[in-house]
């Protein structure tokens, strides 16, 4: 079982930068692909960026977004840059899928944090 906690949403002007973290427990956390995920009002949830061995990103956020992991802390790291009002929504943080970049292929997933980029 893994449980997922992500922290550091927030308000932040359009331009802006947040960091945002997935804290996670379990002792095999190096083994899982993990994930980010976001879903604004009235949308479905889509696809971020994964950690897998190589990192995959959303055609959206490529060249803004970064994501990063620290397995000896279990966590993992989304870096976000130069934000826009539509980066707006509640981001997620999941773990352990045979396709990264899939939502349904997750196995665990955080309760979300609200990001809100403001123009």
């Known amino acids: 079982q893994v449980q997922l906690k992500e922290s550091g949403g927030g308000l932040v002007q359009a331009g802006g930068s947040l960091r945002l973290r997935c804290a996670a427990s379990?002792?095999?956390?190096?083994?899982?692909?993990m994930g980010w995920f976001r879903q604004a009002p009235g949308k479905e949830r889509e696809f971020v960026a994964a950690s897998s061995g190589e990192s995959y990103y959303a055609a959206s956020v490529r060249g803004r977004f970064a994501i990063s992991r620290d397995d000896t802390e279990n966590a993992v790291y989304l870096q976000m840059n130069s934000l826009k009002p539509e980066d707006t929504a509640v981001y997620y943080c999941?773990?352990?899928?045979?396709?990264?970049?899939?939502?349904?292929?997750?196995?665990?997933w955080g309760q979300g944090t609200q990001v809100t980029v403001s123009s």
């Open positions: 999941a773990a352990d899928a045979h396709d990264p970049t899939i939502a349904a292929s997750y196995a665990y």
């Open positions: 379990g002792r095999t956390f190096w083994r899982y692909a």
